[in-house]
């Protein structure tokens, strides 16, 4: 655990527990490698919970208050705008994708939105590509942060954005 991580649990007022400094330190840390939440067994004073507190929790997962709203924000969006019929067809050349890519081609013509996930080299900018390749009509491209969309934009050669942008999101 970095001397930050252990900064920011003793920051938030987590106490002199080194147990809770070091599962805050934990939170910390994963939130900064993309993870919104992560698994917590200590007991955490409840002094840290809540809406204008630093943590929220959701069963045994702990957040960061900032994560806890934006997945939630996330999710509004998402049901609000997947319950939209889509306006979108596509060709059917598929030459060069595998069964699961092609399976995610029939998710993207089923759904008004679609997440493609999934770790580094495994086709996500390849499937975009074939996605845009044969799509008629809108696509909008976004990525979690912005150097992905940065590296989204330049491997696929249209406009992408951040999650955040293109869902005009601002903490009120």
Known sequence: ISQVDYSFAQCIGAGEDESVLLALSR??????????????????????????????????????????????LFLEHYGRLNKVKPEKDFGDDAEGLLGEQRDAIKCVRNNAVSLITGGPGTGKTFLAKSIIKNSVGNVVLAAPTGKAAANLQRSVGISALTLHSLLKVRKG
């Open 27 to 72: 939170l910390s840390a994963k939130s900064r490698e993309g993870n919104l939440c992560v698994p917590i067994e200590e007991k955490l004073p409840e002094r840290l919970f809540g809406e204008k507190r630093p943590l929220m929790r959701k069963g045994k997962l702990v957040y960061l208050q900032r994560n806890w709203y934006y997945e939630n």
